[in-house]
């Protein structure tokens, strides 16, 4: 055990405080004079005579006595010095003489730094000698496990895994320095010997600690951009006081990341950096979530008392991360308190939530976690003409549709660790929603009649073992699975308003699933100061399945396979503690398509000095399965997972290049992401009376991020704007002729502007957030593409009252989500029926209106 003890010493209080009475006492200046003259020599005043008197004890415990009884400050290898007994029976006039005489002949030295004693091994007897240092760093107070820590140690940066392990290996010294850091946590700053299985605990700056040691109070509140280029680690703690549901804290903080698409309100199908829905990758706890319907972003498909760290990958991205051509959204959740039971309670007026922990056996605990809406989110069902003409609505919509939305999920997760250091869990998932809207309306001679009906299952899980092993090397295996089930029934009925007449009836029933097995193996060597080497394997599947019937009658019945195998390599090479290269490779096998994908990784970043660093990265990127998109002559899209078969459907390719540049200084973040993306394999289906048709295509996507933050003791206030420009290119069929050229993508909105700020007021917090979006582009094929349907405008704001009391924690407020009740467009929720030859019918499902929100949290 390693043992550092740094005491004040009190002897001069006396002194000191007859030096404070000078002012007041003429007759003691004489005796003032003499007290500063004997200054130079007080320390042979208060030099104590040392006695040592042992027999056959062990060589710490000794030096433990001198600690205890002579305010002695030492820092030693508690276990290399209990290798060693000693007999000793005199006395020493000092320290310094007493610790040189323990020490004498054997493989110690004796240092002193700042009035420290330091013992370290002898360099000559231990040059080719291997010390290891690994640990594992841990909350506090809960003993969670804080993944991907930021570590520097003797100057060299590295990330813990998942379950917050790390390892270390030098050759000249048994000392290794530490920097230690986790966003929302205090830093800590320290000394530490060789070690196996150290345990750091970081303290949350939301919390009161009486003392720390050799820990600074800086910390980082809501976000760090400043490790890797492309790449957020967000904390999940701020988005508990931003304004919205706090059943979607979660997306609360998500949405307003810079190149994170906010206006369109997709809550669960993240468009980032102008990918193509279904190209960016949410997993929780090593399983992929393909997302709920979550008709707005009230309710998030991740339970906010669950998830735990959140960490967004924008683009160019390592080897390890595969799949996915668009983003990455790696969230892992929460293992429960190894201590005591814990009770968490949420209650808002649209839903509940609740999570429970208690602990099993010794070192293991279980959590429980669930949300149900028990009042209708948006009432009952309605069908209504836009009431607000702010944003320009009446110009574009003839029908506002309010649905009937019920949502429910659960959490289970069983997590332990051993007495070597060895984490492993079972996480399960399961989640359900259902949403049915139905409208009647008249438009010309026409009477409309329609209804939509959709459900959605998803499950998941997944069960995860790590081990450190002797050598320092960690390993790790993970088994996933997990699903999705959607089931959509459209009707609608055309009649003539006159006499009843039918003029069209439609009635389509859609079941699309999508399932994903997989198993992962990750070994990472144990870093230098020069090498972190990590390595891996595994298999992934995908099916899915596609069924559809037409007025009874069935059209569809498709079901596809992909089965992968892969691996990959990547190891970071510091050139200099702040040079650093990370060359990394890929390969996915496709067992169905016997084709190998070769993706080759690069990324560097130099650290310019403690304020400012710059970072770049270039990467290939392959994706198997596909969200497709389905359009009709009105422009109307339809989403369905399908399986890339390397023809009609090919596996999309990506290459991104990324550049970023980061400054801080006095809690002043200014964060810049430059960033380009292209894009080949876009599969487009056409559904029209001709039939259905298969077109092929590529994208592009350029821009720049910019976020600009900063925090003032308990207070923050962060702004952030994205300049995208989204093309895509199809070949088009003009008059026999075939065009191919680049324009805007659906997706595509050239600007987003972002505010956020928090202001703490004793046990009061103020929150608002303003979102601004220039508007996407019509999908109607005959409108213009160069012009924008709507801008986006989002006003919420929110107070919070906490109170703390020793054995509960109480939390209530008021949020209100779009204060201004602007009407907005939803991505993805606007449909246009043709009635008459040139009449159409705009139905429109409502964005997130005024939405006043009371909550009551409480935990134990």
């Known amino acids: 055990m390693f043992v550092k003890l740094l005491k004040l010493s009190t002897k001069n209080y006396h002194q000191e405080r007859l030096l404070c009475n000078k002012r007041c006492n003429k007759n003691l200046f004489s005796l003032v004079i003499f007290f500063f003259l004997l200054l130079p020599f007080n320390h042979l005043f208060a030099q104590q005579a040392i006695v040592l008197k042992v027999n056959n004890q062990s060589l710490n415990k000794v030096i433990t006595t001198l600690i205890d009884n002579y305010d002695i400050k030492l820092s030693f290898n508690d276990d290399k010095l209990s290798a060693y007994t000693v007999s000793i029976n005199r006395s020493f006039s000092s320290a310094e003489e007493a610790l040189n005489f323990l020490l004498k002949g054997l493989p110690f030295n004796l240092e002193k730094s700042n009035e420290v004693f330091i013992i ?35 100057g060299y940066p590295l990330t813990t895994d998942l379950k917050g392990n790390f390892s270390y290996s030098a050759f000249a010294d048994s000392l290794f320095k530490l920097q230690v850091s986790y966003l929302g946590y205090y830093k800590l700053d320290t000394i530490v010997g060789a070690s196996s299985n150290l345990t750091i605990p970081l303290f949350q700056n939301s919390i009161k600690i009486e003392e720390v040691v050799l820990t600074s109070r800086s910390t980082d509140k809501a976000a760090n951009t400043n490790y890797s280029s492309g790449n957020v680690k967000l904390n999940r703690n701020v988005g508990e006081d931003l304004p919205g549901s706090s059943d979607n804290s979660v997306y609360n903080i998500l949405r307003l990341q810079p190149g994170v698409l906010a206006a369109g309100e997709q809550a669960n199908d993240l468009i980032i950096w102008g990918s193509y829905r279904g190209q960016t990758k949410v997993s929780f706890d090593g399983f992929t979530i393909f997302g709920l319907k979550n ?92 009431s607000n003409n702010r944003n320009g609505v009446r110009n574009l919509v003839d029908l506002t549709i309010k649905p009937d939305y019920v949502f429910k999920d659960i959490n289970l997760k069983f997590s332990g660790r051993s007495l070597t250091g060895d984490h492993y869990y079972l996480s399960l998932f399961s989640g359900n929603d259902k949403l049915d809207a139905a409208y009647l309306t008249t438009e010309g001679r026409v009477r409309v009649n329609g209804s939509n009906n959709e459900e ?32 959509d029934l459209s009707k609608l009925n055309l009649t003539q308003e006159n006499d009843g007449k039918n003029i069209r009836t439609v009635a389509d029933l859609t079941n699309n699933t999508i399932q994903e097995q997989s198993l992962k193996f990750t070994h990472k060597l144990s870093s230098t100061k020069k090498y972190n080497a990590l390595t891996g394997f595994g298999y992934i599947q995908n099916r899915t399945t596609l069924l559809r019937d037409s007025l009874n009658i069935q059209t569809t019945n498709e079901e596809n396979y992909s089965n992968r195998l892969f691996t990959f390599l990547e190891s970071p090479y510091f050139f200099t503690p702040n040079f650093k290269v990370i060359p990394g490779i890929r390969a996915d096998f496709d067992l169905g398509l016997q084709k190998l994908f070769i993706q080759p990784r690069l990324s560097a970043s130099y650290k ?61 973040w200014i964060n810049t992401d430059i960033y380009y ?19 092929l295509g590529d994208g592009r996507s350029f821009g720049l991020d910019i976020l600009i933050k900063k925090e003032f003791k308990t207070n923050y206030v962060w702004m952030s704007y994205s300049l995208n420009n989204t093309q895509e290119r199809f070949d088009k069929r003009i008059k026999n002729i075939v065009i191919s050229e680049y324009e805007r993508a659906p997706q595509d909105q050239r600007h987003e502007l972002k505010f956020a700020g928090l202001i703490n007021f004793s046990s009061f917090f103020l929150s608002a957030n303003y979102v601004y979006g220039s508007g996407f582009r019509s999908t109607r094929p005959t409108d213009d593409p160069s012009q ?33 009740n602007t009407q907005n467009l939803k991505a993805g929720n606007f449909e246009r029926i043709p009635t008459e030859q040139l009449q159409t019918v705009n139905i429109y499902s409502q964005t997130v209106p005024f939405t006043p929100t009371i909550f009551l949290n409480f935990s134990l």
């Open 120 to 154: 370290t091994s002898q360099k000559a007897a231990t040059s080719n000698k291997k010390f290891l240092l690994t640990g594992h760093v841990l909350d506090g107070i809960n003993q969670e496990s804080l993944p991907f820590t930021s570590i520097v140690i003797n």
């Open 295 to 386: 008709f707005n972003d009230n309710i998030g498909a991740i339970n906010p008392l669950m998830a735990k760290d959140i960490t967004v990958k924008k683009g160019g991205y390592g080897a390890e991360q595969g799949d996915r051509v668009g983003g990455v959204v790696d969230i892992n959740g929460m293992e429960g308190s190894g201590n005591a039971p814990t009770l968490n309670v949420g209650v808002n007026n649209l839903t509940i939530n609740a999570s429970a922990s208690t602990p099993l056996f010794k070192n293991t605990s279980l959590v429980l976690a669930a949300r149900q809406t028990y009042y209708n989110l948006y009432n009952s069902y309605s069908a209504s003409q836009p």
């Open 456 to 487: 959605n299952k998803q499950a998941g899980g997944a069960a995860f073992y790590n081990k450190i092993w002797k050598n320092g090397s960690i390993s790790s295996v993970t088994l996933a699975s997990s699903g999705l089930n959607n089931n």
């Open 608 to 668: 310019f000095d403690e304020q400012f660093k710059m970072t770049a990265s270039w990467g290939l990127y392959r994706q198997f399965i596909a969200y497709t998109g389905e359009t009709d002559d009105e422009g109307n899209y339809q989403y369905r997972w399908t399986v890339s078969n390397g023809t009609s459907i090919p596996v999309y390719k990506a290459q991104h290049w990324v550049l970023d540049a980061a400054y801080e200084r006095n809690r002043f």
């Open 677 to 695: 993306k292209y894009t080949t394999g876009v599969t487009r289906f056409i559904q029209n009376a001709q039939g259905r048709r298969t077109i």
């Open 788 to 820: 924008n349907q709507l801008a986006y405008n989002r006003f919420d704001t929110a107070l919070t009252y906490k109170f703390n009391a020793k054995k509960y924690r109480l939390q209530t407020g008021l949020s209100i989500l779009n204060l201004f």
